[in-house]
T-cell receptor, first 114, second 113 residues
């Protein structure tokens, strides 16, 4: 049973455009929602994260929008650059102190074209 | 500070062979994790260790065993490899106890023929 659904599976955006990746979750006990970025041949690395008591978080060109009532959150990449080409994973963590398990989405392969 | 290291980087096994994937972290983290990554499936948790001396099953533990050798090291063993275990395996660590970020190693690409 997939608890975090991610779309689209792949995305092509022109340089300078806005990239948007969406995730939806089912379990309302999730308390932390990170996005990980993965370049080919590398392990994932934390990009940005949000807690459900905040509707938006921005770090540079990267923004998470969070809709608690709809159980959805999305990653927006403004002014997308070729260096942003990577696979992006959303994730969610259950609120259980001492248990830091993350449930990941299936990933979105983002390609930024010149 | 190397972060999370994994060995080997690549491995080819025949069905039925056994092997151990090694993982070590030098960040003094309490928690460690093993994931597998398959196309279209994202990252799935195999086993995790919340602290030295403890291990627990994740989402896909069948066919695997783990050992938390000490605080630094967390190994993953395939006793009798199957083609379905062909995957990229990632080890990760985190401070634990309410910390958020997991730090990932570079991965091991395993092919089982």
């Amino acid at each position: 049973q997939q608890q975090v659904k991610q779309s689209p599976q792949s995305l092509i955006v022109q340089k300078g455009g806005i990239s948007i990746i969406n995730c939806a979750y089912e379990n309302t006990a999730f308390d932390y929602f990170p996005w990980y970025q993965q370049f080919p041949g590398k392990g994932p690395a934390l990009l940005i994260a949000i807690r459900p008591d905040v509707s938006e978080k921005k770090e540079g060109r990267f923004t998470i929008s969070f809709n608690k009532s709809a159980k959805q959150f999305s990653l927006h990449i403004m002014d997308s650059q070729p260096g942003d080409s990577a696979t992006y994973f959303c994730a969610a963590r259950l609120a259980n102190f001492g248990n830091e398990k993350l449930t990941f989405g299936t990933g979105t392969r983002l390609t930024i074209i010149p | 500070n190397a972060g999370v290291t994994q060995t080997p980087k690549f491995q080819v096994l025949k069905t039925g062979q056994s092997m151990t994937l090694q993982c070590a972290q030098d960040m003094n983290h309490n928690s460690m994790y093993w994931y597998r990554q398959d196309p279209g499936m994202g990252l799935r948790l195999i086993y995790y260790s919340a602290s030295e001396g403890t291990t627990d099953k994740g989402e896909v533990p069948n066919g695997y065993n783990v050992s938390r050798l000490n605080k630094r090291e967390f190994s993953l063993r395939l006793e009798s490899a199957a083609p379905s275990q062909t995957s990229v395996y990632f080890c990760a660590s985190s401070e634990g106890e309410g910390s958020n970020e997991q730090f990932f190693g570079p991965g091991t690409r395993l092919t089982v023929l």
